[in-house]
């Protein structure tokens, strides 16, 4: 259910509607504890990842830097050359 949480603000190209929803959906998961909910709670769960997802969008869009955005590329690369070192012995 834990995976890497990863930083949506300030890259180029920006995140995508579908980056925030699986962060909505990663977040909801886990503070409710359900990885999938049950049939009475899929409602309520489906709601709070669909509000999660909306505010957290406005968030991405109202938050203001002087930095300049991070290329995803670059730090995808980045993260990979860690892992790698990290995993290689």
Known sequence: MCRNIRTLYNFEPP???????????Q???KI?????PSQANE???ERAV???AEISSQ???????NAPPKDREAET????ARA?????A
């Open 15 to 25: 995140a995508t509607e579908d980056e925030v929803r699986s962060a909505a959906l």
């Open 50 to 52: 669909d509000s999660v």
């Open 84 to 88: 790698a070192d990290r995993y290689a």
């Open 32 to 36: 409710s504890g359900f990885s999938k």
């Open 43 to 45: 409602e309520a769960f």
């Open 59 to 65: 968030l991405l869009a109202e938050l203001v830097t």
């Open 77 to 80: 690369a980045k993260a990979r």
């Open 27 to 29: 977040y909801v998961r």
